[in-house]
């Protein structure tokens, strides 16, 4: 039930495009709290109900979800499960995952699986959602 709750967390920022700001969806439009100073001239959208069609987008998008599939999501979790006390599972990443702020980039890549897996309904990204969630439900508190 956690993992559910979790992803659905996730996808609900990311479909929103308004993390971070005092926004609610109701029936699926966005009520603004703080009126903004310009006119909005664009909405976030649901990205479970649109599906790219156009071929060059659609190639875009299919080279965004090669690349996400072609990362080893144990080695994103490698420090943190250092961090943990628990072995990791695989060497760390360099550069910001092995220098400075390590994680920093599994936060991205959630909500890029996340992102994807609501644009396409491609179970791959949600098995990789559910797959990180759940090892990071594995460490001690």
Known sequence: MKRTNWLCAVLLLAACGMAGTADTLVRGVAQIAVQ??????????????????????LRAQEADAKYLLSIDVD???????????LPPKGP????????????????HYLSAVAMMYASTGDQRFLERANYIIDDVALAPR
Do not use: C, N
């Open 36 to 57: 903004p100073k310009a006119p909005m001239k664009a909405w976030a959208f649901d990205l479970t109900r649109v599906r790219v069609l156009d071929p060059r987008f």
């Open 92 to 107: 760390e990443y360099k550069g910001w995952e092995s220098a400075t702020i390590s994680g920093h980039t599994l936060g």
């Open 75 to 85: 080695r994103l979790l490698s420090r943190f499960r250092q961090y943990s006390g």
